[in-house]
């Protein structure tokens, strides 16, 4: 596994973890309508398929891990629109413990290193999970406008969390090997370390914001409009980090 779509698989896995954790731990669930649920949910299936798709052929025992974590997802959904709100919820969060353990199985597809592999994952699961979910709770402001600002507070608090863990991502990164064929992709990776310190830039950035995020969300109101709007920064910056930061993850032997 490596090259671009290994990068991409990592990407796709470490949202729909991040994302499924983050959600069910940000108290959301009987506050808000079903609808963001049934939006949240389908995208974290999606990216979970994305990963299966890609990686689901390199190991059986992933294949397996990246089966259920994406099964359960689905039927999460499945229960959800049928009106079985109860036990859907039961499901959701055993989608969230599957994607979790799905984590330590995906790290074997590493030759070396795979106890900091894990590592790597976890740290990127939440940073990623809590950019794409505070965008997507902010844009659900713009439905339920009654909404308590103390759930973008704690989605914003969540981003800081996440900043901070990818800084613990990166330093990981630097430990990884560069592949051999690097120069492939883009001339700059010439340079030594160009990818984590592009990394470092790029999460830099991700502070700056999450300072903005959290002064915003607790001013509340319209504020929060302001705050999604720089949810979109952040999952621009989030994104493009964890590509520089998992460009590296596939070690070589």
Not at 65 to 73: I, P
Not at 207 to 218: D, E, W, Y
Request: charged share 10%; net charge neutral.
């Amino acid at each position: 596994m490596s090259g671009a779509a290994g990068v991409m698989s990592v990407i796709l896995l470490e949202t729909a973890v991040g994302g499924a954790v983050v959600m069910w731990a940000g108290g959301v669930w009987g506050v808000v309508r079903k609808g963001f649920f049934v939006l949240t949910g389908v995208f974290l299936a999606l990216c979970a398929a994305g990963a299966w798709a890609i990686a689901g052929g390199e190991s059986s025992t992933v294949n397996t891990a990246l089966a259920a974590f994406t099964g359960l997802l689905v039927a999460w959904q499945v229960l959800l629109l049928i009106g079985q709100e109860s036990l859907s919820r039961w499901v959701g969060l055993a989608a969230a413990v599957a994607g979790v353990a799905s984590l330590p199985a995906y790290a074997t597809l590493r030759e070396a290193a795979v106890g900091r592999g894990v590592a790597e994952l976890v740290l990127g699961s939440i940073f990623l999970g809590s950019a794409f979910y505070g965008l997507l709770l902010g844009h659900w402001y713009l439905v339920e406008r009654r909404l308590s600002k103390d759930y973008m507070i704690r989605s914003a608090w969540w981003f800081v969390a996440g900043t901070v863990m990818s800084i613990g991502a990166a330093v990981l990164s630097a430990q990884n090997p560069v592949p051999s064929d690097a120069t492939q992709f883009s001339p700059f990776l010439q340079t030594a370390n160009f990818t984590v310190l592009l990394a470092g830039g790029l999460v830099a950035i991700c502070a700056v914001i999450a300072g903005f995020l959290i002064r915003l969300s607790n001013e509340g109101g319209k504020s929060i409009q302001a705050a999604t709007g720089y949810f979109y920064l952040a999952v621009i910056m989030a994104f493009s980090a964890e590509l520089a930061t998992k460009f590296r993850f596939f070690v070589e032997g």
